[in-house]
């Protein structure tokens, strides 16, 4: 049974600084990953999608990495800003193929602090 | 449509009434996707419909919980005899492949008093 895992579960950070936020996956035969944006009670929001054969993908700031050789994946946000003050999810589709259900990390809060 | 739309947004319900929850996909995608949201918790699936195929309703935690999808579009989840422990958020989101990137509504905010 696939797991991903998301550690810390919450990140503090000044304005400015650049973070990188991790994503662990147990079987390294996924489909694709993604990464989402929660703000509080609202739905999630997709930041970026990385396909298996893909090593990275990259939207303004935000920067996704995948390494399925070693089961991680990464987002790095560039100068954060208070504004990307959020919840941040990855999921995983399996390598079964694009008929499949995703798989939901916990999730990191992040607080980025002015 | 332009993005995933759910109704209610929020619901409330007296314990031991039958709710419905609706889900309109983006307009073409094929996929369609429920899951749960309690505070403070992950995501927890529930169903998942593709095209014309058999659903996978391996996630729906007990026999009080069903969905169906219409014309391959429209979709409702229904619970019956809600109890407490059901209050969350319940999420929709669809996806087409092969791109398969999900989008999710805003969600229906359930609480069974």
């Known amino acids: 049974k696939q797991e991903v895992t998301q550690i810390p579960a919450a990140l503090s950070v000044p304005e400015g600084e650049n973070l990188v936020l991790n994503c662990s996956f147990t079987?390294?035969?996924?489909?694709?990953l993604q990464w989402f944006r929660q703000d509080p009670g609202k739905g999630l929001t997709s930041l970026l999608l990385i396909q298996s054969s893909q090593r990275e993908q990259t939207s303004g700031r935000l920067n996704a990495s995948l390494d399925k050789s070693s089961g991680r994946s990464t987002l790095y946000i560039a100068a954060s800003q208070p504004g990307d003050s959020a919840t941040y999810l990855c999921a995983e589709r399996p390598g079964t193929g694009a008929n499949s259900k995703l798989t939901f990390g916990k999730g990191i809060t992040l607080s980025v602090r002015p | 449509g332009a993005g995933v739309s759910q109704s209610p947004s929020n619901k409330v319900t007296e314990k031991g009434k039958d709710v419905e929850l609706r889900c309109d996909p983006i307009s073409g995608h094929t996929a369609l996707y429920w899951y749960r949201q309690s505070l403070g918790q992950g995501l927890e699936f529930l169903i998942y419909?593709?095209?014309?195929?058999?659903?996978?309703k391996s996630g729906l935690p007990s026999d009080r919980f069903s969905a169906e999808r219409t014309g391959g579009s429209v979709s409702t989840l229904t619970i019956q005899r809600t109890q407490q422990e059901d209050s969350a958020v319940y999420l929709c989101a669809s996806s087409s492949p092969p791109r398969t990137e999900a989008f999710f509504g805003q969600g229906t905010r359930l609480t069974v008093v």
């Open positions: 419909f593709q095209g014309n195929s058999a659903p996978d």
């Open positions: 079987d390294s035969a996924i489909y694709n």
